[in-house]
């Protein structure tokens, strides 16, 4: 399993994916991203990861692995990256695609806005996660293959999808691997050793 390593949250998605046992490596270089069976794109800022991604050559590699079937999870910029359609996006953002989705980036608000709040998470055992967001994108319409796996329960933004998955595809909008439950990454984790 990889990390992309050009920005975000990497450190806690390796250990988030070592504690859900797999092996885990950063990738920041086409030779280490041909080493992986597997890849969480973490949170950070989507406009930065697209453009280094652009700068360290991973862009084509990694858009072609998404469509041979790469099993990828997306954790809030991830998502953003993971989506076909992103709304609110600059004129310059591009995505790796690949998830039948259409985003709005920082739909919850500015940094301020950001809050936790307790969510359950379709196929995901042990009952309500508590989940953080940042920033964080929603999913505003999903392709007929897309399965929605969250929403938010209560408040202002009730009802948002906030996880999805498709096929090999996982993206969610908030950020498992800063609260200590890896029952995401374990979910991805095994997932990808079934498939």
């Not at 910029?77 to 076909?84: E, S």
């Not at 790796?96 to 307790?118: C, P």
């Not at 933004?157 to 993206?171: D, I, S």
């Amino acid at each position: 399993m990889g990390v992309l390593a050009v920005q975000g949250d990497v450190r806690e998605h390796l250990r988030a994916l070592e504690e859900s046992g797999a092996r885990a490596i950063g990738v920041r270089r086409p030779d280490e991203l041909a080493q992986v069976d597997g890849l969480v794109l973490p949170g950070g800022e989507s406009t930065t990861i697209d453009k280094l991604l652009r700068a360290f050559e991973l862009q084509a590699p990694l858009r072609e692995r998404i469509a041979e079937g790469l099993p990828v999870y997306g954790s809030c910029a991830g998502m953003i990256l993971l989506a076909d359609r992103v709304l609110d996006a600059t004129g310059d953002q591009q995505t790796l695609g690949g998830l039948d989705v259409t985003v709005r980036r920082n739909a919850f608000g500015r940094q301020v806005d950001s809050f936790e709040t307790e969510l359950f998470v379709h196929g995901v055992d042990g009952g309500a996660m508590h989940a953080v967001f940042i920033r964080a994108p929603w999913v505003e319409a999903v392709g007929p293959e897309v399965e929605v796996l969250a929403t938010v329960p209560e408040g202002p933004a009730a009802g948002r999808v906030v996880a999805v998955q498709q096929g090999p595809l996982l993206a969610t909008s908030f950020h498992p691997e800063v609260t200590g439950d890896h029952r995401i990454h374990r979910h991805f984790v095994t997932q990808t050793l079934r498939g």
